[in-house]
C-alpha cells in the first residue's frame, strides 16, 4: 500500500529558531502533497497545497512567509517553520496524492509535534 | 462552502456492541465523502469513501457507511466494536474523487469500556 513518512515524528525548538518537516512518498510518485495543522483534540485544517515544481497554495489566514513550503521532487516535500513561537506548536500532518491512482486518494502521514519553547 | 458537522464529540461504547457515528455535511454539488480513523499521536488511515453507486458503502476493520442524500448524511457503523476500535474518528468532504482540499468534521472520540 502507498506509504507516507515523516520526519521528525517530534521536534522540540527555541522560540525564534526555524524548524523543517520532511513528508516523503516512499513507494509512490506524488505531484500533490497537503499539509495540515492539528490543535489537540480538534479536527485538522489544511494549510497548504503543494504542488511539485511550483508554488504552494495557502488557504486564508495562513501566513506563506512563516510556513515555508517546498514541493522539490515527486517524492518529497517539506514545511519550514520560520521564526517558530509557542502559538506554533501544534501536530502537523501530510498528505499525498498519488499520481498513478485514477481516484487519486490521500494518503497521510503520521504526522510530527512540534513544540516550541 | 462545504462543511462538516460530527455531532457527537465523544461516545463510550461496550466491548461487542454496536457503534454508529453521525455525520451531516452541507455541499452544494454531489459530495466525495470519506471516514478516516486516527490512533493518539498517530496520522489518518482511511476506513471508507464513497463516491458514487451503491449508497451503502463497506470498508476496512468491520465499517461500512450508508449515504442519505435526502438527510446530508453519511454515517459510519460497525456491529460489534473491539477494543482497538478505540480512536478519533473523522468524516471528511471533497469536491472531487481527488479529495483535493477534503474538509474535516470536529471529529468524534470513541472510548470503548471492557
Known amino acids: 500500500g502507498a506509504v507516507v513518512s515523516q520526519h521528525p515524528s517530534w521536534v522540540i525548538c527555541k522560540s525564534g529558531t526555524s524548524v523543517k518537516i520532511e513528508c516523503r512518498s516512499l513507494?509512490?510518485?506524488?505531484?500533490?502533497m497537503f499539509w495540515y495543522r492539528q490543535f489537540p483534540k480538534q479536527s485538522l485544517m489544511l494549510m497548504a497545497t503543494?504542488?511539485?515544481?511550483?508554488?504552494?497554495?495557502?488557504e486564508q489566514g495562513v501566513e506563506k512567509d512563516k510556513f515555508l513550503i517546498n514541493h522539490a521532487s515527486l517524492t518529497l516535500s517539506t514545511l519550514t517553520v520560520t521564526s517558530a513561537h509557542p502559538e506554533d506548536s501544534s501536530f502537523y500532518i501530510c498528505?499525498?496524492?498519488?499520481?498513478?491512482?485514477?481516484?487519486?486518494?490521500?494518503?497521510f502521514g503520521p504526522g510530527t509535534r512540534l513544540t516550541v519553547t | 462552502a462545504q462543511s462538516v458537522t460530527q455531532p457527537d464529540i465523544h461516545i463510550t461504547v461496550s466491548e461487542g456492541a454496536s457503534l454508529e457515528l453521525r455525520c451531516n455535511y452541507s455541499?452544494?454539488?454531489?459530495?466525495?465523502l470519506f471516514w478516516y480513523v486516527q490512533s493518539p499521536g498517530q496520522g489518518l488511515q482511511l476506513l471508507l469513501k464513497?463516491?458514487?453507486?451503491?449508497?451503502l458503502v463497506q470498508g476496512i476493520k468491520g465499517f461500512e457507511a450508508e449515504f442519505k442524500r435526502s438527510q446530508s448524511s453519511f454515517n459510519l457503523r460497525k456491529p460489534s466494536v473491539h477494543w482497538s476500535d478505540a480512536a478519533e474518528y473523522f468524516c471528511?468532504?471533497?469536491?472531487?474523487?481527488?479529495?483535493?482540499?477534503?474538509?474535516f468534521g470536529g471529529g468524534t472520540r470513541v472510548l470503548v469500556k471492557p
Open positions: 471528511a468532504v471533497g469536491p472531487s474523487a481527488a479529495g483535493n482540499k477534503l474538509t
Open positions: 513507494d509512490f510518485q506524488a505531484t500533490t
Open positions: 503543494s504542488n511539485e515544481g511550483s508554488k504552494a497554495t495557502y
Open positions: 464513497y463516491f458514487s453507486g451503491d449508497t
Open positions: 498528505s499525498a496524492r498519488d499520481l498513478k491512482d485514477s481516484h487519486h486518494e490521500q494518503y
Open positions: 455541499y452544494g454539488a454531489t459530495p466525495y
